[in-house]
């Protein structure tokens, strides 16, 4: 199924009419709600809530946030920060969504290299096969598990279903050792072709839902994105910075 995004359906502005016509609403519904389910009929669970900014309500739609006016007529569509604390607000409310969205996904559905000591972090990783940069990451599994951190990969072949790398992560999952099977694969060998019930085309629609743009994609457990490769030192420090500042 194909997700609706608000990508799909808006043009990249940053300040635009919802629609030409005013929202055929009930009095006592909310404009807001009213102007979103309008735009994106199938749209997801949609969560309003007060924006810093007074006149405008920050609507998340799945993994996706927008910045709507309160009588539903405006959309702002982009990034909010807080000059003042140099907060992100946007991503932080988007990371709120992806941990919720992450970990409702069951742990046996994900193909997962742990420390072979003590555990002190865990990523997810969106990945594809075929990806440069996800091999690279890949090839350096033993440094991460090392600094105790846990890979947990999801598929996210980005040629999209009905591909080879498609096919191959299914390959991948369908294998009778599945780390085996990924490891191969991301070194250049092509895995014995296979087919099972499996969960790839679930992780390539959770990817959309939550914003890739690209592999791999490292979800750190706090729900913040790092779009790109990070070395394995390089993440450690990122991730203890990060939990760090989640104890104050």
């Known amino acids: 199924m194909k997700a609706h995004t608000l990508q799909a359906v808006l043009p990249p502005i940053v300040l635009i009419a919802i629609a030409a016509a005013p929202v055929m609403a009930q009095p006592d519904a909310d404009p807001v709600r009213a102007a979103i389910t309008s735009l994106v009929p199938n749209a997801g669970q949609i969560v309003i809530a007060d924006s810093p900014v007074q006149g405008m309500k920050q609507v998340t739609i799945d993994a996706q946030v927008v910045y709507v006016s309160a009588d539903g007529r405006y959309l702002l569509q982009g990034k909010m920060f ?12 988007l990371s709120v969504q992806r941990r919720a969205i992450l970990e409702a996904y069951p742990a046996d559905k994900q193909i997962t290299f742990s420390p072979k000591g003590e555990k002190k972090y865990d990523i997810t990783v969106f990945t594809d096969i075929d990806c440069g ?8 599994i033993d440094e991460y598990n090392a600094l105790g951190i846990a890979v947990h990969y999801m598929f996210f072949p980005r040629s999209g279903p009905a591909t080879p790398s498609f096919s191959k992560a ?17 070194q250049g ?11 790839v085309a679930e992780q390539y629609e959770i990817g959309n839902r939550i914003g890739m743009t690209g592999t791999p994609a490292i979800i750190l457990a706090n729900g913040l994105m790092i779009r790109g490769y990070m070395p394995p030192e390089q993440l450690a420090q990122h991730l203890q910075t990060q939990k760090n500042l989640a104890a104050r």
């Open 82 to 93: 807080d000059l003042e604390t140099r907060t992100d607000l946007t991503e932080d409310a």
């Open 133 to 140: 940069y996800c091999r690279r990451l890949h090839s350096q």
């Open 170 to 186: 299914v390959s991948v999952w369908c294998a009778d050792d599945r780390l085996a099977a990924l490891t191969a694969a991301k």
């Open 189 to 199: 060998n092509d895995p014995l072709p296979a087919e099972c019930a499996n969960p």
